[in-house]
């Protein structure tokens, strides 16, 4: 079985990630560049080792 989402819960998964990706950089704005990328990676991590759901992966 293959669930598909709908355009439009493409277009709010899509909504739903860019404001997700507003809110961390606003989170991290007060950190170095060092910082900023060792937590880049650490989320990277988090990411990958708990199997994201496809549909963030694709808009990245």
Do not use: H, K, W
């Amino acid at each position: 079985m293959q669930v598909v989402l709908t355009s439009e819960g493409r277009e709010l998964a899509e909504e739903f990630y860019a404001a997700t990706c507003r809110r961390v950089d606003e989170l991290a704005a007060g950190l170095s560049g060092t910082d900023r990328d060792r937590l880049a990676g650490l989320l990277g991590r988090i990411v990958r080792e708990n199997g994201v759901p496809t549909v963030f992966l694709d808009v990245v």
